[in-house]
């Protein structure tokens, strides 16, 4: 991640997320206007927020935050104040950067019967599944496909059905990629109507 520019950093932290990837969070407070020891309570905050992003609830990855300005009073500041304005100020700032919700993409190998092959296909379609190739093996076609991890619910028991029990499929983990941004809306807005009911 490159350097934020027009700031002048006086502190920089790396750190590892336990979901993978990584927060990256300088200080670039000039003039005193926030004290340096109320830098772990706005990072607290962050990471908080992080934790349950504020998207969908699921947590954010490489985020870039840079503290660049405030206000601090010399009475009434503390802690759990600057806690609180952190989190509020990266929900705030999260969610007007136009962030990209990403989705686990597993890889599957389906084993079917050669005969009962189109039905298998058109189900994988329906689950947004690309499908990578297909080698045969005797009477049965083996379908490489990605699939979101989120499509394949109830996969074994649907797979079953559509092949009377003949058909079988291994998965891995692939990568995460971007989730489609109509589905990204409908999520985005489900989540946001739940946080109202509760």
Same mark, same amino acid.
Request: negative net charge; proline residues 7%.
């Given at each position: 991640?490159?350097?934020?520019?027009?700031?002048? /950093?006086?502190? *920089?932290? #790396?750190?590892?997320?336990? @979901? $993978?990837?990584?927060?990256?969070?300088?200080?670039? &407070? %000039?003039?005193?206007?926030?004290?340096?020891?109320?830098?772990?309570?706005?990072?607290?905050? /962050?990471?908080? *927020?992080? #934790?349950?992003?504020?998207? @969908? $609830?699921?947590?954010?990855?490489?985020?870039?935050? &840079? %503290?660049?300005?405030?206000?601090?009073?010399?009475?009434?500041?503390?802690?759990?104040?600057?806690?609180?304005?952190?989190?509020?100020?990266?929900?705030?700032?999260?969610?007007?950067?136009?962030?990209?919700?990403?989705?686990?993409?597993?890889?599957?190998?389906?084993?079917?019967?050669?005969?009962?092959?189109?039905?298998?296909?058109?189900?994988?379609?329906?689950?947004?599944?690309?499908?990578?190739?297909?080698?045969?093996?005797?009477?049965?076609?083996?379908?490489?496909?990605?699939?979101?991890?989120?499509?394949?619910?109830?996969?074994?028991?649907?797979?079953?059905?559509?092949?009377?029990?003949?058909?079988?499929?291994?998965?891995?983990?692939?990568?995460?990629?971007?989730?489609?941004?109509?589905?990204?809306?409908?999520?985005?807005?489900?989540?946001?109507?739940?946080?109202?009911?509760?």
């Amino acid at each position: 991640m490159p350097e934020p520019h027009g700031h002048s /950093v006086r502190g *920089k932290e #790396e750190h590892e997320l336990p @979901t $993978g990837g990584k927060l990256v969070f300088y200080n670039c &407070i %000039v003039g005193g206007v926030i004290d340096n020891k109320f830098m772990p309570s706005i990072l607290k905050g /962050v990471m908080e *927020k992080m #934790e349950r992003g504020p998207l @969908t $609830g699921s947590p954010a990855r490489d985020i870039r935050v &840079i %503290v660049y300005d405030g206000k601090m009073h010399p009475v009434d500041s503390n802690d759990i104040s600057f806690k609180i304005a952190g989190l509020q100020a990266f929900r705030d700032a999260f969610t007007n950067a136009d962030p990209q919700l990403m989705e686990p993409i597993q890889e599957l190998e389906v084993r079917v019967p050669a005969d009962l092959m189109g039905d298998v296909m058109t189900d994988l379609q329906g689950r947004r599944s690309i499908v990578m190739g297909m080698d045969s093996s005797g009477r049965y076609q083996i379908i490489k496909a990605h699939t979101p991890l989120a499509e394949l619910d109830r996969y074994s028991t649907t797979l079953r059905s559509l092949t009377q029990g003949r058909g079988t499929y291994t998965e891995k983990f692939h990568a995460y990629q971007p989730v489609p941004s109509e589905l990204q809306h409908k999520l985005v807005s489900g989540h946001k109507e739940e946080e109202v009911m509760a």
